[in-house]
């Protein structure tokens, strides 16, 4: 397979129906272009949290991450598709950009709406940011 | 070809490098997904024009915007990819947003920055403002 522009595909996982979709398209793309995936989950740590003990909570997140990437990756598997996953802690959107860059991605693959907890309430507003500030091209799932 | 999620596309153009960029994208699209490709030009009307008379500019926009869809359509049929034009008057991302709806795409290409004669000034707006009123998916090409 030749290099092409849809070689390292970033698709960003939350654990929602959108970001579900989002994995779904990717696929299509490494049965089209033979793209490497790297999913990634990221532990959102500015989340407000009064409710509950902040590092529980944390830790909370960690394995729900660990969760999603683990079901993706099985998921991928069956259908014959090898993903690299990754498990980040920060800033959505930052960590996002900072992983692309780091593999080479000239793509990311993410859902319209969902990722992040509490953004959620924002519905989009991280896909729109990753879109803005992204070094890369981005397809925004629908 | 069966039937897929790429199956129409919709790459609006502007006469820059960028909506070039997005146009080169989509052909790989065709290549891998056998897609049917839909250009639009679209003549921005709410442009506040004082130097010139306002009939006479959007008479040269709808030239320029004829000229673009004319060359790229020349540029396909070379690589053997036949695409539909499309002029438009109104406003950008509007009328996208309709022609989307109408020709059925499930995609949209457009270039990160470019896309409206004044809005060239607030880069990459028309693009965001797509990706987020846009029913289908929005592929953002940097």
């Given at each position: 397979?030749?290099?092409?522009?849809f070689q390292n595909i970033l698709v960003p996982l939350d654990?929602?129906?959108y970001s579900e979709k989002a994995l779904e398209r990717?696929?299509?793309?490494?049965g089209a272009f033979g793209s490497t995936l790297y999913l990634i989950y990221v532990v959102e740590k500015s989340i407000p949290v009064n409710l509950l003990d902040r590092k529980e909570y944390l830790e909370l997140l960690q394995k729900f991450g660990n969760n999603i990437l683990n079901k993706?990756?099985?998921?991928?598997?069956?259908?014959?598709?090898?993903?690299k996953t990754i498990l980040k802690e920060g800033n959505i959107s930052n960590e996002i950009e900072k992983v692309a860059k780091k593999e080479n991605c000239?793509?990311?693959?993410?859902?319209?709406?969902?990722?992040?907890?509490?953004?959620?309430?924002?519905?989009?507003?991280?896909?729109?940011?990753?879109?803005?500030?992204?070094?890369?091209?981005?397809?925004?799932?629908k």
């Open positions: 397979m030749t290099k092409n522009n654990g929602s129906k990717a696929c299509e793309f490494v993706a990756k099985i998921k991928l598997s069956k259908k014959g598709i090898n993903a000239n793509l990311i693959i993410v859902g319209n709406k969902g990722l992040g907890t509490v953004s959620r309430l924002i519905l989009g507003s991280v896909s729109s940011k990753i879109s803005q500030s992204s070094s890369c091209s981005v397809l925004i799932v």
